[in-house]
C-alpha cells in the first residue's frame, strides 16, 4: 500500500469516527420529550435509535429511582430481562413495537398512576466497529381525574395518548449532520485518492523518460 493510499485509509477512518460522535450527541443533546397522561390510561414513551444498527442493550430508567432497585425496562440478549426491573413496573411495560423495526425502542406503560410521574431515561448501546452509546429523556406528567397537575410536574401537553407530536428533533439534526459529513467523506477520498493517482504517475513517468533516452 502507497503513502497516499494510508494517508486515504487514515482521513476515512477518522472522518468516520467524527461521523458517529457527532451523531450520538445530536441525539443527546435533544430537549426531552414531553409527555401527558391520565391515570389508568396507557402511555407510550418515545426512544429511537438509528435504523440499521444491531441493539446490543436497551435500558429505560427513572431518573428519581436508584440503579439497584431496578429498570423501568431491561433488554439484552434479543429479549426483555423481567428480572432486572423495578417491582412497580413488572408486568405493565412493554416494547411498542417487538421488532424494534427502524430503531424505535418505544416502550408502552400500561395502567398509569399519579406515582409514574417522572423523567424517563433511554439508554441504547449499538454493536459497531466503535461502541455507540446513545442517550434520551423523556418526561412523564400525569394529571388527576380532575384535570389538575401533580404537584412538581411541568404540566407539559401532547397527544390524548401521551405522546408528543412532531419528530424526534435530535434524531433529524443528527441524521442531517451525518448525512452533511458523509458527502464530506466522500468529496475528500476522492480527492486524496485523485491525487494519489496523479502523484504516482508523476513520479513513475520520468523514469520512464530517463530508459528510452539515447546515450
Known sequence: MTVMAKYAVFCLQTLICVLAFTLVCALEGSDPQEVTARPGEDVTLPCRAPSGYSITQLEWSR????AEDGYVFFYRNKRPQENYQHP???????LRDPEMKGGDVSVTL?????????????????????????????DLTVNSSDGKILEGTNGAGGKPNGEKPGVY???????????????????????????????QKS?????????????
Do not use: M
Open 88 to 94: 412497580s413496573f413488572q408486568g405493565r411495560v412493554k
Open 169 to 199: 428533533p435530535g434524531l433529524v439534526i443528527g441524521l442531517s449532520v451525518f448525512g452533511a459529513l458523509l458527502l464530506v467523506v466522500i468529496v475528500v477520498s476522492l480527492v486524496v485518492y485523485c491525487k494519489g493517482v496523479t502523484w
Open 63 to 66: 431518573t428519581d429511582l436508584k
Open 110 to 138: 400500561t395502567n398509569i398512576s399519579l406515582k409514574d410521574s417522572g423523567t424517563y431515561e433511554c439508554q441504547i448501546l449499538i454493536s459497531s466497529p466503535e461502541r455507540i452509546d446513545i442517550r434520551q429523556l423523556t
Open 203 to 215: 513520479c513513475r513517468h520520468p523514469v520512464g523518460e530517463a530508459a528510452h533516452k539515447p546515450h
